[in-house]
């Protein structure tokens, strides 16, 4: 079945342990995105990618980062960087064409201790 | 600065009545709007789209409205079911970009 993964579901991590998330897409398309959601307020753009090892960063770009060395796949690093990384994290992928729709992966709630 | 707004945070509906969401937009350059449902810890799936070229779209049970001068759109369910209880979060975009902007959500109860 086409679709995108995030894995794990959940995932736990001590506070200043850098922690990486996957996301693998095999719909073939060409942009990919990391979101994150907080209780109470919608989906904030961390970092897109809109063809292999190019990614840009999105509104809340600090304390994150991302490679695209696959079409298929864009790990999202949380550094300790991050001031608050609880949160869930969404992926998502777009064919290039225009009026393309984005689709999600299933998320991972990343707690740290 | 939020440029895509729901500005009702959750929303009862009795089950086979009509569930209307609202959401308004302030940047005049999007083109290109979605809604999005989504249940709790899972990502969420697309429900309906509209280009600005129209004013209405409809999928089954879901009719999407855009109103341009007003900057607003808002998603018709008729009738509503228990199953669409959910967070509904609609998203714009400009068309040559490829940055969504997502409202805050609106929690829908379906009541049987």
């Known amino acids: 079945d086409g679709g995108i993964t995030q894995s794990p579901k959940y995932l736990f991590r001590k506070e200043g342990q850098n922690v990486t998330l996957s996301c693998e897409q095999n719909l073939n398309h060409d942009a990919m995105y990391w979101y994150r959601q907080d209780p109470g307020q919608g989906l904030r753009l961390i970092y897109y990618?809109?063809?292999?090892?190019?990614?840009q960063k999105g509104d809340i770009a600090e304390g994150y980062s991302v490679s695209r060395e696959k079409k298929e796949s864009f790990p999202l690093t949380v550094t300790s960087a991050q001031k608050n990384p609880t949160a869930f994290y969404l992926c998502a992928s777009r064919a290039g064409s225009l009026l393309g729709t984005q689709y999600f992966g299933p998320g991972t709630r990343l707690t740290v201790l | 600065d939020q440029q895509v707004k729901q500005n009702s945070p959750s929303l009862s509906v009795q089950e086979g009545r009509i569930s209307i969401l609202n959401c308004d937009y302030t940047n005049s350059m999007f083109d290109y709007f979605l809604w999005y449902k989504k249940y709790p810890a899972e990502g969420p799936t697309f429900l309906i789209s509209?280009?600005?070229?129209?004013d209405k779209n409809e999928d089954g049970r879901f009719t999407v409205f855009l109103n341009k001068s007003a900057k607003h759109l808002s998603l018709h369910i008729v009738p509503s079911q228990p199953g669409d209880s959910a967070v509904y979060f609609c998203a714009a975009s400009v068309n040559t970009g490829n940055q969504f902007y997502f409202g805050t959500g609106t929690s829908l109860t379906v009541i049987p």
């Open positions: 990618s809109q063809i292999v090892n190019d990614f």
């Open positions: 509209i280009s600005s070229i129209k």
